[in-house]
């Protein structure tokens, strides 16, 4: 190896121990990668808020067509027959758009066991000697449109609630 080689390797190496010690760039590299994972981590958090709060609110929206129809009944006041209240009981329980009482209300007769409402003629007596109860079920639904992380947490779409209540 000849000086002049000897040379340009020393400095072929001072260069590269200078290049290795900046840290100058560093710092815009880290932080672009952090940036990602911060805004990938932040808009996963508030997609998943948002998801919870929509199945609350559909929630809401069925319990509030039971609560309806347990206070008023199945028939809506100068519409007998029909349950045009409880329906909109429901879409208007919330502050959501589209939110609809679907499949449309609907009553049937039963007897409550350890595991539910079982079906019955209306006139049927009960296991516990009481006559069968007349039920409403309210149903709610509501679709929604939402990006990547509901179609990965396997979020239904359309989120759907069903209640269910004895009006008689």
């Given amino acids: 190896m000849t000086p002049r080689d000897r040379r340009r390797a020393t400095g072929l190496r001072a260069v590269l121990r200078r290049v290795l010690?900046?840290?100058g760039?560093?710092?815009?590299?880290?932080?672009?990668i952090v940036a990602i994972?911060?805004?990938?981590?932040?808009?996963?958090?508030?997609e998943f808020g948002m998801i919870i709060f929509q199945i609350m609110e559909v929630n809401n929206a069925a319990e509030s067509g039971a609560a309806y129809a347990a206070i008023n009944g199945f028939n809506c006041?100068?519409?007998?027959?029909?349950p045009q209240c409880i329906?909109?009981?429901?879409?208007?329980?919330?502050?959501?758009?589209?939110?609809?009482?679907?499949p449309t209300p609907s009553t049937f007769c039963g007897c409550p066991t350890t595991s539910g409402i079982?079906?019955?003629?209306?006139?049927a007596t009960c296991a516990n000697g009481d006559q069968a109860g007349i039920?409403?079920?309210?149903n709610a639904q509501y679709s929604f449109v939402f990006g990547q992380y509901a179609k990965l947490l396997g979020v239904p779409d359309p989120l759907t609630?069903?209640?269910t209540v004895r009006v008689q």
Avoid: F
């Fill in 21 to 23: 010690r900046c840290a």
């Fill in 161 to 163: 609630a069903a209640s």
């Fill in 87 to 102: 329906q909109t009981a429901v879409t208007s329980a919330t502050g959501l758009q589209n939110v609809a009482a679907t």
């Fill in 118 to 123: 079982a079906a019955a003629s209306c006139s």
């Fill in 25 to 32: 760039g560093n710092v815009a590299a880290e932080m672009g």
């Fill in 77 to 82: 006041p100068g519409n007998p027959g029909t």
């Fill in 37 to 46: 994972l911060l805004t990938t981590l932040i808009s996963g958090t508030l």
């Fill in 135 to 138: 039920y409403v079920t309210v």
